[in-house]
């Protein structure tokens, strides 16, 4: 399964360091085949509060995606962005191909 990489950037910022730190990601991701889906698009706030901005990477699993957020490379220029602009990011798994929510719910209610 693909591994994915999201961050919500609650204050997105043009700070020398965050142009830097732009960069220089990408030469971070290509030795663990990670490649933008979403970088920084104005959002639709449709349910709740989400202040800022979403950034959403895809890695062809999980452990790359882990090894790349570990990585001396990316551990050297990360603190240019969290310097200048705060946020939360996660690394998760997607899902399975035809992944069927139904089934899902009826797993959880037999378990239950």
Same mark, same amino acid.
């Given at each position: 399964?693909?591994?994915?990489?999201?961050?919500?950037?609650?204050? +997105?910022?043009?700070?020398?360091?965050?142009?830097?730190?732009?960069?220089?990601?990408?030469?971070?991701?290509?030795?663990?085949?990670?490649?933008?889906?979403?970088?920084? +698009?104005?959002?639709?706030?449709?349910?709740?509060?989400? +202040?800022?901005?979403?950034?959403?990477?895809?890695?062809?699993?999980?452990?790359?995606?882990?090894?790349?957020?570990?990585?001396?490379?990316?551990?050297?220029?990360?603190?240019?962005?969290?310097?200048?602009?705060?946020?939360?990011?996660?690394?998760?798994?997607?899902?399975?191909?035809?992944?069927?929510?139904?089934?899902?719910?009826?797993?959880?209610?037999?378990?239950?």
């Amino acid at each position: 399964m693909k591994g994915y990489a999201t961050a919500h950037l609650h204050n +997105p910022s043009t700070h020398d360091d965050v142009l830097d730190y732009l960069e220089r990601i990408q030469g971070t991701l290509e030795p663990y085949e990670g490649r933008f889906l979403a970088h920084g +698009p104005q959002v639709e706030v449709l349910e709740g509060d989400w +202040p800022g901005t979403v950034v959403v990477i895809e890695f062809p699993s999980l452990a790359a995606a882990r090894s790349w957020y570990e990585s001396p490379a990316y551990q050297e220029i990360l603190h240019l962005r969290t310097d200048h602009i705060e946020g939360s990011a996660i690394l998760y798994e997607g899902v399975r191909d035809g992944h069927d929510p139904a089934k899902m719910a009826a797993a959880i209610r037999e378990a239950r």
